[in-house]
């Protein structure tokens, strides 16, 4: 059984997000990368799968549809411990253009199982997954918190409001992953870091895919007002403020 791992190169959290071209480009002048956390939370999950003697996992590929400015970021991926990675050399234009382009890949190249992060932490679209399984004609779980295999049985909880939703499926699917797939990520350890150097990063080319949307203006939040410090028994105030300047009563 083999597990297809969809990663997304994003900045790190603490990046000062800044823009170009009249606020249409992503100025990643000096951007730190990183596995986008979800992904990584399930790229875990997938190790912990093959690591266990019970199942039939025998292979991880992650798998990224971008330039080669990733690979580094993939290079950590093989270092956790994901057995190949593949790179679709092409501009993440749109999250269709991104899911068409993976799924022209596993036409190719089937996996039983297929993992996506439940969004990225850069564009929030949450549509990668969704997409890949209507392009593949495949079962697609959302919102997935567990994911356990005993031979050919397979077990898939998922999130739902004020509980769990406990489903069983068979392969090939798509499973949409978001917190409580695994604990904590794994960090690459000095031996796997070593690993990596020797491990198969394959560059595929770009399929010719229409892209659907197009982004014309970003647009940072407000920059938070200074904090005012109100006197407890200073009501009226309070009141005054909340009303006349916050406008929230």
Partial sequence: MKILVCISNVPDTTTKVKFKEGDSLFDDSGVQWIINPWDELALTRAMELKEDAGNSVNEICVIHVGGASADATLR??????????????????????????????LKENPFEIIFSGIESSDYNGSSVGAMIAEFMDYPGISSVTSVNLDDDDIQVNRAIPGGKQVLKTETPFVAVVQKGIAMEPRIPSMRGIMMARKKPLEVKPAAELEVLTESIKFELPQEKGACKMIDSESAEQLVDLLKNEAKVL
């Fill in 76 to 105: 950590k991926a093989l270092a956790i411990g994901a057995d190949k990675a593949v790179r679709i050399d092409a501009c993440p234009a749109d999250a269709y253009h991104v899911a068409g382009q993976i799924a022209e890949y």
